[in-house]
């Protein structure tokens, strides 16, 4: 018998019921998706079973340092993904800015940020994306940039549209954004997904609800901000991305 | 505009974690299935300068519980250069600004970062340059962070090596493990002299020692 959204519903609100629970009783609110959440399929015999081991570095720490990229590893069109082919790509064009910052507030700048994401029917330029859903030959939906002095970060690209996946029976993702993000350590390394403000399928979908922190999960919803749209021309979003964990430089200032 | 403030309040007990005036941060989410055209380029595991004497190779397999392998990993490797400087290079992905494609590296910088995704067979490969540093007790050893679908957050882990044996015995993290667990971190020494093979079990028996920095 294939999985339903229905079971898929039951098993959200018993996590629910339980992280409530928990909160209730004195817990941390959760910032990150548990390893183990059953509800997403594919989390099942890929988490670790044993306890995570905790680093305590000292500034040689290795991790508290960070790869390196820089204009020799960006072109000039990396960060507007509507210009990359000899036409237009369909769909509605979109502007996507914001900061990357670290958990202090500060501007994390000179990082780099990759984005990937479905074009505007749903479709993947992915030979194993299946989905019966038109490719566009004029969008591969690829974005890099570094970050400025400032932390921030501006996209131009079309907005993706929902797919099917085979998590459970009539399973959809929500419309998103796929960010791969480098902070000032290894230990901020993010990869994670940018949504749409009033999506529907929210509180459908096991990967955006493995998030069980509603305060954590409206982090991933951008915020439309008409003073980013551009006359004639794209819709705006703003989404500013906090990193986590401890850099090299935080253990000189005796953090 | 979304406001992540949040002063200490409420009833939540002190965390040592918590910086003071902490943003909360962004949640991590799975890389997915179909990074594949997104995230890996070409060189990505070509780590250490062509024809550089002192390559080694480093290879092996990512496994799920079941000890099936995983074919959609990603991994990457971060370290610190033969004379144990982590200032790393940019260049890793090194772009022809006329035409948009991978340059590959500029075969010259030793750059520290390495990408490589599992091919079907769960099986990646890196050629890279052995790492330096850092002061002991210390032992040398090269980051990793695996990336996958079905993993909600990226996991760490770290390959020492097995030559290493005085300097790994006297290493803080490797002496706090258990001795099982303390040989999944250690890369064995294969043929030819120069490879190593690191498998990576996300689960189950054998699991690897996965990180965590506080
Ligand atoms: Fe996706």
Redesign the interface.
Known sequence: MALTQSDIDGELARVRESYDKARAE?A??A?????D?PP?R?????????P??????DP???????????????????NDLTV?HQGEPLGERITVSGRL?????RPVHGQLI?L?Q?NASGR???L??QHPAPLDPNF???GRTLTGDDGSYHFTTIKPGAYPWRNHENAWRPAHL?F?VFGAA??Q?????MYFPGDPLFAYDP?LQ??TEP??????VA?Y?HALSRPEWSLGY?W???????SATWIEEG? | ??K??TPEQG???A?ALA?A???????????????????PFPGGGEMAPAGHPGAITLHGYVR???G?P?PDALI?L???GPDGS????????????VT?GFLGR?GVDF???GRVATDADGHWTARTLP?G???AP?AP???V?V??????????TRVYFPENAEANAADP?LA??DPA?RETLVATAASPPGTYRFDIR???EG????????
């Open positions: 004195g941390p609110a910032d990150h998706p548990p390893r959440f997403y594919s989390s099942v015999l890929r988490h670790p079973k044993q995570l081991v905790a680093v305590h570095g040689e720490t290795v991790e508290l340092h960070t790869p390196v990229f820089g204009h020799t590893d960006i072109t000039a069109i990396d990359q910052l670290d958990s202090r507030g990759e990937w479905a993947y330029a992915h194993r994306d591969t939906g690829v796929h791969s290894f230990t390394r993010l990869v994670t997904q990967i493995s998030v305060a954590a999960r409206e982090r991933l915020t901000d703003r500013d991305i906090v990193l986590d964990g401890p953090r | 505009m979304s992540r403030l009833p939540a007990p965390q910086p005036e902490g943003l909360a941060p962004t949640p991590s989410h799975t890389v997915g299935p179909f990074y594949g055209y997104a995230l799920d519980g079941e099936a995983v990457e971060w370290q610190a982590l200032a790393g290079a940019g260049g890793s992905m090194r772009r022809d600004p948009g500029n750059t520290g970062f790492p540093g850092p002061a210390a050893y090269i980051s962070c990336h996958a679908r079905g993993l909600l957050h990226h996991l760490f993290l706090s493990l667990r996300l689960q189950g699991e690897t020692v996965f990180l965590e920095f506080r």
